[in-house]
């Protein structure tokens, strides 16, 4: 036997467990209950026991690693957020593990799982759905967790979020301002939040200038993208739906005006159409699109340093919530 697995039959011992179950706790720690846990812990800083660096890294809080859970890769808006996170991490010597969910729960509970395996001291995550308790394992092991792109309440963590309510009303009242009748949006599903709020500032605007909301016209699309952002404008062309557009993405207003340019309408002669994100794609359409600007970088930065701010202060942390404000970037789209 050699000295390593003496002083997990020592730890084991100590704490009443087996060694299977010291093993757990160093490595597997979502498969040992809470309090099992704790004495398992207890039991290696009376040995000062310190079987590999990760052990020694969860006993001394000195792990340089976070997390930074998103839920897609290619949308331009969270690689713009994966850059200042590593940048701001970087500066303070924290390496970043990226996870990816693609929008599927499962793939990001596994995500969850890994990383408190790994100890990680703190992770930044854009949660795919509101149950902030699927990150109880990660909270188990000690780590920090800040929501990006996602308000919740200050009670269970600190926060940074756009605020999509006031992104939607600018977008729209810029809109009202352009010659026409009616509006229509383009929209993802309402299950999403930044979708619902982006409506729901939509529908303020329209309110505030006197007119019905339910008269918005609503078009859902499935998938965000600049594929349904085409289909969407050849249906606004077909039906004569009305011709000022908001659309909930940049991806979405690059296809509609796509669309709408498939059916020999013009933007802006013959449509307005806003989007959303003010994202670099780098192409003719982004370059003449009107869109609301998100500050994306100093989310990811203030990000970071609420995550350094609570592993260096401990239990005395207080939770705070910081709420960005979108602006409007007029360019071509809106402007005849």
């Given at each position: 036997?050699?000295?390593?697995?003496?002083?997990?039959?020592?730890?084991?011992?100590?704490?009443?467990?087996?060694?299977?179950?010291?093993?757990?706790?160093?490595?597997?720690?979502?498969?040992?209950?809470?309090?099992?846990?704790?004495?398992v812990?207890?039991?290696?800083?009376?040995?000062?026991?310190?079987?590999?660096?990760?052990?020694?890294?969860?006993?001394?809080?000195?792990?340089?690693?976070?997390?930074?859970?998103?839920?897609?890769?290619?949308?331009p808006?969270?690689?713009?957020?994966?850059?200042?996170?590593?940048?701001?991490?970087?500066?303070?010597?924290?390496?970043?593990?990226?996870?990816?969910?693609?929008?599927?729960p499962?793939?990001?509970?596994?995500?969850?799982?890994?990383l408190?395996?790994?100890?990680?001291?703190?992770?930044l995550?854009?949660?795919?759905?509101?149950?902030?308790?699927?990150?109880?394992?990660?909270?188990?092991?000690?780590?920090?967790?800040?929501?990006?792109?996602?308000?919740?309440?200050?009670?269970?963590?600190?926060?940074v979020?756009?605020?999509?309510v006031?992104?939607?009303?600018?977008?729209?009242?810029?809109?009202?301002?352009?010659?026409?009748?009616?509006?229509?949006?383009?929209?993802?599903?309402?299950?999403?939040?930044?979708?619902?709020?982006?409506?729901?500032?939509?529908r303020?605007?329209?309110?505030?200038?006197?007119?019905?909301?339910?008269?918005?016209?609503?078009?859902?699309?499935?998938?965000?993208?600049?594929?349904?952002?085409?289909?969407?404008?050849?249906?606004?062309?077909?039906?004569?739906?009305?011709r000022?557009?908001?659309?909930?993405?940049?991806?979405?207003?690059?296809?509609?005006?796509?669309?709408?340019?498939?059916?020999?309408?013009?933007?802006?002669?013959?449509?307005?159409?806003?989007?959303?994100?003010?994202?670099?794609?780098?192409?003719?359409?982004?370059?003449?699109?009107?869109?609301?600007?998100?500050?994306?970088?100093?989310?990811?930065?203030v990000?970071?340093?609420?995550?350094?701010?609570?592993?260096?202060?401990?239990?005395?942390?207080?939770?705070?919530?910081?709420?960005?404000?979108?602006?409007?970037?007029?360019?071509e789209?809106?402007?005849?």
């Open positions: 036997m050699n000295g390593q697995d003496l002083g997990l039959a020592a730890v084991a011992r100590l704490a009443g467990v087996s060694t299977a179950t010291v093993s757990n706790v160093l490595n597997r720690p979502h498969l040992v209950a809470p309090a099992t846990q704790e004495r812990l207890a039991a290696i800083d009376e040995l000062d026991f310190v079987p590999n660096r990760a052990a020694a890294a969860l006993r001394k809080g000195t792990n340089r690693m976070l997390g930074l859970v998103i839920p897609d890769i290619v949308n808006f969270y690689a713009a957020i994966v850059d200042a996170v590593v940048e701001a991490a970087d500066r303070e010597r924290y390496a970043v593990a990226l996870c990816v969910s693609h929008e599927d499962a793939r990001e509970q596994r995500h969850f799982d890994m408190a395996e790994q100890r990680a001291a703190g992770a995550v854009v949660p795919i759905t509101a149950d902030w308790s699927r990150l109880s394992q990660l909270r188990m092991v000690g780590a920090h967790l800040i929501a990006v792109d996602r308000r919740v309440d200050e009670a269970e963590a600190c926060s979020a756009i605020d999509d006031h992104g939607g009303d600018i977008a729209v009242t810029h809109l009202l301002a352009i010659a026409g009748e009616g509006v229509v949006i383009v929209n993802g599903s309402r299950t999403i939040v930044q979708c619902e709020d982006r409506r729901a500032g939509a303020l605007a329209l309110s505030r200038a006197g007119i019905e909301p339910d008269s918005l016209v609503e078009l859902e699309v499935a998938e965000m993208t600049v594929e349904a952002g085409i289909a969407a404008g050849r249906r606004i062309a077909e039906t004569g739906a009305p000022r557009i908001f659309c909930t993405n940049d991806q979405l207003a690059i296809g509609v005006m796509r669309g709408l340019a498939d059916s020999g309408l013009i933007v802006p002669d013959d449509a307005a159409v806003v989007g959303y994100g003010d994202l670099a794609f780098g192409n003719d359409e982004a370059r003449r699109l009107t869109t609301v600007g998100q500050p994306k970088h100093e989310m990811g930065e990000a970071v340093a609420k995550l350094l701010a609570e592993l260096r202060e401990g239990a005395a942390h207080q939770h705070s919530a910081t709420t960005f404000q979108p602006h409007l970037v007029i360019r789209s809106t402007s005849r």
